[in-house]
């Protein structure tokens, strides 16, 4: 088994939903009492959204590769950043290390690529569902995306940022998210992608009339077949 690494903390939230979904898929298929071989390196996400707020985008790299290289020299074999938010700052800290980070942007095209997936509405806090760095991805897997909403953009990213990094999953956020879903089916789109790793905390992902790509458990997913696989 490989190691894996997780920058998680962004939020804490979510980490626990990584964790839980990689370690279960682990012990599903390789049974009894086995667990993933796993290091986190969980940050204070309010370091980070400070500098967010400042729009000090280089400075969080900086932050982000220094817990990169954590994980490397702790013997990771590969790095899942656990927020889509934060894959903006991919590009400046890939190259810093030595090993593959699993983009979750690429995980999630491959995802539906291999469905047959050509059309599909992007939702997630503002900077993924209106900046190039995460839509660039899907788009360059052939899939068609439709322009950002701004009215749902300001309202699913109040959801996430007052809201779900606090792990409050608020019945009107439930049916907010429900009506956003129903009027989006009705735009011939073939799929809904959830790009942010709160959102199934508010969207039942197997019960709804559109398919729904869940970010969280693709990436984790992707990290399950980087540990199994062969080195």
């Given at each position: 088994?490989?190691?894996?690494?997780l920058?998680?903390?962004?939020?804490?939230?979510?980490?626990a939903s990584?964790?839980?979904?990689?370690?279960?898929?682990?012990?599903?298929?390789?049974?009894?009492?086995a667990?993933?071989?796993?290091?986190?390196?969980?940050?204070?996400?309010?370091?980070?959204?400070?500098?967010?707020?400042?729009?000090?985008?280089?400075?969080?790299?900086?932050?982000?590769?220094?817990?990169?290289?954590?994980?490397?020299?702790?013997?990771?074999?590969?790095?899942?950043?656990?927020?889509?938010?934060?894959?903006?700052?991919?590009?400046?800290?890939?190259?810093?290390?030595?090993?593959?980070?699993?983009?979750?942007?690429?995980?999630?095209?491959?995802?539906?690529?291999?469905?047959?997936?050509?059309?599909?509405?992007?939702?997630?806090?503002?900077?993924?569902?209106?900046?190039?760095?995460?839509r660039?991805?899907?788009?360059?897997?052939?899939?068609?995306?439709?322009?950002?909403?701004?009215?749902?953009?300001?309202?699913?990213?109040?959801?996430?940022?007052?809201?779900?990094?606090?792990?409050?999953?608020?019945?009107?956020?439930?049916?907010?998210?429900?009506?956003?879903?129903?009027?989006?089916?009705k735009?011939?789109?073939?799929?809904?992608?959830?790009?942010?790793?709160?959102?199934?905390?508010?969207v039942?992902?197997?019960?709804?009339?559109?398919?729904?790509?869940?970010?969280?458990?693709?990436?984790?997913?992707?990290?399950?077949?980087?540990?199994?696989?062969?080195?």
């Amino acid at each position: 088994m490989r190691k894996i690494g997780l920058i998680g903390g962004m939020s804490w939230v979510s980490t626990a939903s990584y964790y839980e979904r990689i370690n279960s898929e682990v012990q599903k298929r390789l049974g009894g009492f086995a667990s993933a071989h796993m290091l986190i390196e969980s940050v204070n996400y309010g370091d980070y959204a400070r500098l967010q707020s400042d729009d000090d985008w280089d400075a969080a790299a900086g932050l982000m590769t220094r817990s990169a290289k954590r994980l490397e020299q702790s013997g990771a074999t590969a790095i899942l950043i656990c927020s889509n938010a934060m894959h903006k700052i991919y590009d400046q800290v890939q190259p810093e290390v030595g090993i593959p980070i699993l983009h979750i942007a690429d995980c999630v095209g491959e995802k539906m690529v291999a469905d047959g997936i050509a059309s599909a509405t992007l939702i997630g806090t503002r900077n993924v569902m209106t900046e190039g760095f995460y839509r660039k991805r899907l788009v360059g897997k052939g899939i068609t995306l439709s322009p950002p909403d701004e009215e749902r953009v300001m309202e699913i990213d109040r959801i996430i940022y007052e809201e779900l990094m606090f792990n409050q999953a608020k019945r009107d956020s439930e049916r907010t998210m429900k009506t956003y879903i129903t009027n989006i089916a009705k735009m011939e789109i073939e799929a809904v992608v959830l790009g942010c790793t709160e959102l199934d905390l508010i969207v039942d992902t197997k019960a709804n009339i559109l398919p729904i790509y869940d970010s969280t458990e693709i990436h984790a997913d992707a990290a399950v077949d980087w540990i199994l696989s062969e080195a």
